[in-house]
């Protein structure tokens, strides 16, 4: 997959559930559950972002404006609870009944859904967009996600009607076929981009979204505004609770704060600048605004092991004794705590068990003069030029020059960034991090140490690949009940190499509105803006 720069402005904010704590389940709940029923109806909820959307068309949409955009004006058959990670029918009627040895998925629809022009839901709309990902003119962004299920690898080389391994049986039930199980496929079902959309209306998408969500667009000027009303049509007559969403566009951070304490808007849609974060937390008048929870994210360092001399694994391991982690955590203002390992509490596969090297100046010195640079040696780190990036920078320039690394620091774009570190032969070390696209392991280790990413263009920094690795977390796909075991063993393989150093797991936080009700952070979408209310209606 592609991770681009504009999606970690979401996976930044580090907006994740309340109720976010140990192990990960996939829940069947009827209806939309993790809400209240007993919120207000009527206002609009009011919102700003800094960026317009690069697109509203859900198979491509990656950045933070349209992310929000897609959880209000599409439904996908899975979605999250409100504040949790348990998934729950929604398209669907129920979660899939699942044969073939874990291969092939077949999923009813709710009966009587339609979009927002009053067209019927039906198993070809599905059929459609999902086919349409594995359409290379596509360009989705996720289509890695995607090539597990049958004939999409073929399908790009001839994009007509369906994937093979996806058919719609009648109106109301369609099948999906994988090449192999893939116990996380039913989380890519519930992913953004596996947003329904009307067959054939793909072209129109991108700038005039048609879904059958619980808002539809009611308008978008460029660097001005969205406006989103309710959905007539919706299927659930609990959401939305407002009438309707403006979206102001060009506002940034700094005044969607002013804005927010000034009750002018009800949730800022980009994150909160670092530099304010202290006075927000110390603001008294905002104590009962404020939301913080664990988050679903690693911030890491990784080590580039086809270049010198992160080449050496005893250089590699050096490297990992160097960190003080605990006192990283100051130049974050304490939003994280200390990583034991390289999947973050919350996700599958997590352990409570510490699986990193602690810090050690002396082993980490030792380690290098037996690798041949008793005096140490002088390398490069890339990083954003962005904050908390630019306050972590300095701190491991100190922590490795204590054990003879030099490290000349590269804070750079995030565009970049991304373009330098997935190029071969070019970042010996980078400062980066990772959110779960959904809560299971092997969309970490799939997409940051796996032996496929190891390719240029991939997020595979470390230009690593160890077949045990993989083999583990293809054990762990295809026994759901034991992926917990295999996803461990994968970590204590991988982490034995030391391509990449977990630094600490995140912790989200977020601050609302004073009229807002019924808020809670979602690890995934960070806010489902469908399922809050307005204290006082009239006042929006």
């Known amino acids: 997959m592609s991770l681009l720069g504009s999606r970690v402005r979401r996976l930044a904010a580090a907006a994740s559930a309340l109720c976010l704590l140990g192990a990960v389940a996939v829940g069947i709940a009827p209806g939309v559950s993790g809400a209240s029923s007993n919120g207000v109806h009527g206002g609009t909820f009011q919102i700003a972002f800094q960026s317009d959307p690069t697109t509203f068309d859900p198979q491509v949409c990656y950045d933070a404006t349209c ?6 004006i599409f439904n996908r058959l899975y979605d999250y609870q409100t504040g949790g990670t348990a998934l729950q029918p929604e398209a669907a009627v129920a979660m ?82 994988l090449t192999q199980p893939d116990a996380a496929f039913v989380y890519v079902m519930a992913m953004p981009h596996a947003s329904i959309i009307p067959s054939g209306s793909g072209a129109q998408q991108a700038k005039s979204p048609l879904g059958s969500g619980p808002y539809e ?24 609770y407002t009438d309707g969403v403006n979206e102001k566009l060009g506002v940034s951070p700094q005044v969607q704060l002013l804005e927010l304490e000034k009750g002018q808007l009800d949730l800022m849609g980009d994150t909160l600048p670092n530099s304010d974060y202290l006075s927000v937390v110390n603001n008294p008048s905002l104590k009962k605004q404020i939301a913080t ?38 130049y974050v203002n304490g939003q994280g705590t200390p990583a034991t390992g390289f999947i973050p509490p919350g996700v599958k596969g997590y352990t409570p068990k510490n699986l990193v090297n602690p810090l050690d100046v002396k082993k980490a010195k030792a380690l290098l003069k037996q690798a041949g640079y008793p005096h140490g040696f002088s390398t490069s780190m890339y990083s954003w030029n962005t904050q908390p990036w ?38 010996p070390m980078t400062l980066t991090f990772w959110v779960a696209d959904f809560p299971d392991g092997s969309d970490f280790f799939n997409a940051l140490v796996s032996c496929a990413a190891d390719v240029p263009g991939g997020q595979n920094y470390s230009f690593y690949c160890n077949h045990t690795v993989d083999n583990f977390v293809a054990k762990g796909l295809a026994n759901p009940a034991a992926a917990t075991t295999d996803y461990v063993a994968a970590a204590k393989a ?47």
């Open 390 to 427: 630019t306050n972590l920078d300095a701190a491991l320039q100190q922590q490795l020059a204590a054990v003879g690394i030099k490290v000349q620091v590269h804070a750079i774009q995030e565009s970049t960034f991304f373009t330098l570190a997935a190029t071969p032969n070019k970042t």
């Open 293 to 330: 929870s664990p988050g679903l994210d690693t911030y890491y360092l990784t080590l580039n092991t086809k270049m010198k001399p992160f080449n050496n694994p005893l250089v590699r391991e050096a490297v990992s004794y160097a960190i003080n982690r605990k006192s990283l955590l100051k």
């Open 217 to 240: 667009l009611a308008s978008y000027t460029p660097g001005q505004s969205i406006v989103l009303k309710k959905n007539p049509y919706y299927w659930n007559k609990t959401y939305p």
């Open 494 to 540: 991988m982490l034995a190499n030391n391509p990449i150093v977990p630094l600490y797991f995140g912790t989200r936080f977020a601050v609302f509105g004073k009229n807002v009700g019924g808020f809670a952070q979602n690890p995934i979408w960070a806010y489902m803006i469908d399922r809050f209310w307005l204290k006082n209606p009239s006042a929006n």
């Open 67 to 72: 992310w929000d955009n897609m959880e209000m």
């Open 96 to 177: 899939p009944k699942v044969t073939g040895g874990g291969k092939v998925y077949t999923i009813t629809l709710r009966a009587g859904m339609k979009f927002s022009n009053g067209k019927p839901v039906t198993a070809a709309d599905v059929a459609y967009s999902f086919s349409r990902i594995c359409d290379p003119a596509t360009k989705s962004p996720v289509v890695g996600f995607w090539t597990v299920v049958a004939g999409c690898n073929a399908y790009a080389s001839n994009p007509t009607g369906y994937v093979s391994g996806i058919k719609p049986l009648n109106a109301t039930t369609l099948q999906v076929t």
